[in-house]
């Protein structure tokens, strides 16, 4: 089942969730890792190609799942019981890590294309640098980009934390329902 049911989603979604979930979670440590390097360590120059790279494919594939969520139905609340709250809450939520996610890689852009130069994207191809930039735009483009890497973590651990409590307390399907494709429904 590759599309989503009124019940369950498909394996494009699920695929999509969990490729970027475990992306952004290994950018954020690389970004840590990054941080710490100095011009002179070995795998500077390599560890911020590395970033890029993969920040302009999670970009891409951003923007596949979000056309991926916009002509596919969404499954319904997995807990029937759930107040106006949750319901509410879990559409902030998701509404704020897409957000966040689309705003931190455009921050990145801008960060690695302030001098002008386009990102090199393994050795494959290069995405071009917009053709104008501001005063300070890296420094001001990578402020912002630490400051919302650190709340797009937190509020992704917000987020695996209310699934494993729909999980264990609520004992519901909307973890399951994220790990394992469900059954396609009969027409």
């Keep these: 089942m590759l599309n989503n049911t009124k019940t369950a989603y498909g394996w494009v979604a699920i695929l999509l969730h969990w490729i970027m979930a475990f992306a952004i979670f290994g ?3 690389l970004g840590l890792y990054m941080v710490e390097l100095t011009y002179y360590d070995a795998w500077y ?3 911020l190609d ?3 790279s993969i920040g302009i494919l999670l970009l891409g594939l951003l923007l596949i799942r979000t056309l991926w969520r916009w002509i596919n139905i969404s499954p319904d609340s997995a807990d029937e019981h759930a107040s106006n709250f949750e319901v509410t809450s879990a559409h902030l939520v998701h509404l704020g890590l ?3 996610m689309f705003t931190l890689m455009i921050s990145g852009y801008l960060i690695s294309t302030a001098d002008g130069r386009g990102i ?3 050795e494959a191809f290069t995405v071009p640098a917009i053709p104008f930039s501001v005063d300070n735009q890296e420094d001001i483009a990578g402020d912002i980009h630490e400051i919302l890497a ?3 973590i937190v509020l992704a651990g ?5 699934a494993i409590k729909h999980h264990f307390i609520n004992k519901n399907k909307t973890l399951v329902r994220m790990l394992k494709v469900g059954q396609a429904e009969s027409k």
């Design 158 to 162: 917000v987020h695996a934390i209310a």
């Design 45 to 47: 120059k390599g560890s």
């Design 50 to 52: 590395l970033h890029k």
């Design 27 to 29: 950018m954020f440590g």
């Design 150 to 152: 650190w709340v797009l």
């Design 98 to 100: 897409y957000l966040l």
């Design 120 to 122: 090199m994207v393994f």
